[in-house]
């Protein structure tokens, strides 16, 4: 067998078999096959697309390409939630303990943040003590006495991906929807987990920017989750503005906890009561409607919050900046961008205020950047909201004056105004699951 051939047949629109595939991730993940010859493959790829059943393949490969998690110790069905990323998303902070005070066992490996998009593991380590690193006794033990654990993903999983995903960066092939799948649901699959739920963003922030392709995205990953003998379902969620009012880290905690008090912005506690109403159903529960009641309950009752602070003092967290917020870091300088005129802010480019924050120490540009946990911005309004002339629409937040102006001039265009408010609408879009597909919005 060559690579040469399997990129010919590739480039010329033919379909790769399974035994074409393994050995092409097999030998690339082992140094045994080129990047060159591999970013050949990935472009050929990028324009000839996959079948359905060679995505599986390229997926499986992928997945077998390192260790596998073995959660069969814990008992039930474990459930994980992916995001394919955003500005302002910390529905996992919220959901997860969701989902656990309901029943639900969450065994959840998250990532770093890289780019305009934030990541869980970093929110979290706002957290003084919080540890997002355990071994894997550890992480089964913690699941199974408290229902969740959330911690960071090993390098061991799907190191293919990786590999991968390095060579697609630089080639400029991330954008192919089968590729993009088989990228989260290889990593997802590794994890061990019995059941998923996908979030997939769409709009200025999110990487697929239009519904037909986030639809295509995600149908895409059901049917991977599905062929593989994971229930899996989708959420196609609006990522058009930055969720909530925070961008940043430390203060993402802070609204995720206002919203486990029952409180906190509508957008993101809509957001995220739908998706633990998923990762309930897709664990065996009753009706979808009967599973986002569930867990709005849990918000409105208390035992979400309760169940957070458990994780957190089971990951070794000082509960304390649970109960005192204001305790959590916060920066030493301010800046507010006013509005010129009166009117109402009809449109936010995410993406632009995800690239502010990080431009103020909130996010990292490369693997390893050290990040500013008080960094970010504020979103004093939301789209619909009306601005008065010389009132802050945005508050910026940094330990470092210097990191003002280049946020500055990121955000120049970021925001839209106009006469009239926009209309209003939810922010799930569309569900997906198995062979069907519901437009919400």
């Known amino acids: 067998m060559r690579v040469f051939d399997?990129?010919?047949?590739?480039?010329?629109?033919?379909?790769?078999?399974?035994?074409?595939?393994?050995?092409?991730?097999?030998?690339?993940?082992?140094?045994?096959?080129?990047?060159?010859?591999?970013?050949?493959?990935?472009?050929?790829?990028?324009?000839?697309?996959?079948?359905?059943?060679?995505?599986?393949?390229?997926?499986?490969?992928?997945?077998?390409?390192?260790?596998?998690?073995?959660?069969?110790?814990?008992?039930?069905?474990?459930?994980?939630?992916?995001?394919?990323g955003g500005v302002g998303d910390k529905t996992t902070l919220v959901l997860a303990p969701m989902v656990a005070s309901c029943g639900g066992t969450v065994a959840k490996m998250s990532g770093r943040g890289l780019g305009h998009t934030g990541g869980t593991i970093d929110k979290l380590e706002a957290i003084p003590g919080f540890r997002t690193e355990m071994t894997m006794a550890e992480f089964i033990s913690t699941v199974k006495n408290h229902g969740l654990a959330v911690v960071g993903q090993s390098a061991e999983l799907a190191p293919a991906d990786k590999k991968m995903y390095a060579l697609r960066d630089v080639t400029s092939t991330v954008d192919s929807i089968p590729l993009i799948a088989s990228s989260v649901m290889s990593k997802k699959l590794a994890s061990g987990v019995d059941a998923i739920v996908l979030d997939v963003t769409m709009g200025s922030g999110a990487f697929m920017k239009d519904i037909k392709s986030a639809v295509a995205l995600a149908d895409t990953m059901v049917e991977i989750g599905e062929a593989t003998g994971r229930r899996t379902t989708a959420l196609i969620t609006d990522m058009d503005e930055p969720l909530g009012r925070e961008v940043g880290n430390a203060s993402e905690v802070r609204e995720a906890v206002e919203v486990l008090n029952g409180g906190g912005p509508s957008d993101l506690r809509e957001v995220a009561v739908a998706l633990a109403g998923e990762m309930l159903y897709v664990s065996g529960g009753a009706s979808i409607e009967d599973c986002r009641a569930m867990a709005a309950q849990s918000l409105d009752d208390g035992s979400a919050l309760k169940k957070f602070r458990e994780m957190v003092a089971a990951q070794g967290g000082d509960v304390s900046y649970i109960d005192d917020t204001s305790k959590l870091p916060t920066a030493k300088y301010h800046v507010g961008v006013v509005a010129r005129e009166d009117g109402y802010l009809t449109s936010v480019n995410a993406e632009k205020i995800g690239l502010a924050s990080m431009a103020l120490g909130a996010g990292r540009a490369k693997v390893g950047d050290a990040i500013d946990l008080a960094a970010g911005i504020t979103m004093m309004k939301k789209v619909g909201d009306f601005v008065k002339k010389g009132e802050p629409y945005v508050m910026l937040h940094t330990n470092d004056q210097t990191r003002f102006k280049d946020a500055q001039i990121i955000l120049q265009d970021a925001f839209r105004g106009g006469d009239k408010a926009p209309t209003s609408h939810s922010k799930v879009l569309a569900r997906l699951e198995k062979d069907k597909l519901e437009k919400l919005v």
């Open 6 to 84: 399997i990129i010919t047949k590739k480039k010329r629109g033919g379909e790769l078999m399974t035994e074409e595939i393994k050995f092409v991730v097999d030998g690339f993940t082992h140094g045994s096959i080129p990047p060159e010859q591999m970013s050949a493959l990935l472009m050929a790829i990028w324009f000839r697309g996959m079948t359905s059943a060679e995505t599986v393949d390229l997926t499986t490969a992928m997945l077998k390409s390192g260790e596998t998690v073995d959660l069969s110790e814990i008992p039930g069905k474990k459930v994980d939630k992916h995001s394919t």
